[in-house]
Nanobody
């Protein structure tokens, strides 16, 4: 499956952009999906994940309560709604896919497919 992330850009602190991750090649309903981010000089960080049906979600501590993951399998797209952004949220955001599991995965090495990333820069 090929993944294409979009929706990043320059955002003011407190802004609420929405990222999208569009899939092609295979139906997205075959996969649990994750969002990760990587800031300059830092390791890639888990942002959140959503189960194949959308019934389960999990979030990293740094974004819990501010970010929301959703998906539309009919459109083969996963979304990351980001609210109350701060400059600390500045990073390249990646979407990733992994085969369905009973447990949502939070580690990068388990995901099989990755999008190219979209830059989000938050200005103060």
């Amino acid at each position: 499956v090929q993944l294409q992330a979009s929706g990043g850009g320059l955002v003011q602190a407190g802004g609420s952009p929405r990222l999208s991750c569009a899939a092609s090649g295979r139906t997205l309903s075959s996969y649990d999906m994750g969002w990760f981010r990587q800031a300059p000089g830092k390791e890639r960080e888990f942002v959140g994940a959503i189960s194949w049906s959308g019934g389960r979600t999990k979030y990293g501590d740094s974004v819990k309560g501010r970010f929301t993951i959703s998906r539309d399998n009919a459109k083969n797209t996963v979304y990351l709604q980001m609210n109350s952004l701060t400059p600390e949220d500045t990073a390249v955001y990646y979407c990733a896919a992994v085969a369905r599991s009973i447990v949502l995965v939070t580690t990068t090495n388990v995901y099989d497919y990755w999008g190219q990333g979209t830059q989000v820069t938050v200005s103060s």
